[in-house]
């Protein structure tokens, strides 16, 4: 069962355009939602990350939009560039009530290519 | 720099051949963990430690080992390779949420293929 639902799987952007990545949820013990950045050969890194409690994280060109009632979030790349041209990944924590640790629900990816 | 450092990067072995794949990072994180990727699953969790001596099952952590002894280092098991476990190779270290710990740092993975 996917926990985590992504979408697009791809993404083709044109230069100065909005991406934007969607992803969805069914458990409420979730807790903290971060996006993370995938270049070929390199290891995922963090990119930003936001609360339940709040609805909207912005940091430079990059905006996290959460939807509680929903249980939606999404990504949103402003002015994309070609460097933007990444695997982002969605993921969300899962809080463990029995205990102190959970885990992280990653999504499947969406591939972006922001064309020149 | 803050970095997780994996070695190898590449590894060809073959069936039953034990392996280890090391981590190492130099954030003086408590929390690191092991993931592997695969073609439309995506990430998912093999082995976590919270601590020195700590560690315990993620979502798929049949036919890995994990060790703790060092806070900066974590590496990963395999004492009978198979090839269903031909995967790249992520390991992370973190930080505390308050209601668990999550990962921050990734290394650069270790493309494994086990013929």
């Known amino acids: 069962q996917q926990q985590v639902k992504q979408s697009p799987q791809s993404l083709i952007v044109q230069k100065g355009g909005i991406s934007i990545i969607n992803c969805a949820y069914e458990n409420t013990a979730f807790d903290y939602f971060p996006w993370y950045q995938q270049f070929p050969g390199k290891g995922p890194a963090l990119l930003i990350a936001i609360r339940p409690d709040v609805s909207e994280k912005k940091e430079g060109r990059f905006t996290i939009s959460f939807n509680k009632s929903a249980k939606q979030f999404s990504l949103h790349i402003m002015d994309s560039q070609p460097g933007d041209s990444a695997t982002y990944f969605c993921a969300a924590h899962k809080r463990d009530y029995g205990g102190s640790q959970g885990n992280l629900i990653f999504g499947k990816g969406t591939k972006l290519s922001v064309k020149p | 720099e803050a970095q997780v450092t994996q070695n190898p990067r590449y590894l060809i072995t073959v069936t039953g051949k034990k392996l280890t794949v090391t981590c190492s990072q130099n954030?003086?994180?408590?929390?690191m963990s092991w993931y592997r990727q695969d073609p439309g699953l995506g990430l998912r969790q093999i082995y976590y430690?919270?601590?020195?001596?700590?560690?315990d099952k993620g979502d798929v952590p049949e036919g890995y080992k994990v060790s703790r002894k060092e806070k900066r280092n974590f590496p990963l098991i395999l004492e009978s390779p198979s090839p269903n476990q031909t995967s790249l190779y992520f390991c992370?270290?973190?930080?505390?949420?308050?209601?668990?710990?999550?990962?921050?740092?990734f290394g650069q993975g270790t493309r494994l293929t086990v013929v």
């Open positions: 992370a270290s973190g930080f505390s949420l308050g209601t668990g710990n999550t990962e921050a740092f």
């Open positions: 954030m003086n994180h408590e929390y």
């Open positions: 430690s919270m601590n020195v001596e700590v560690t």
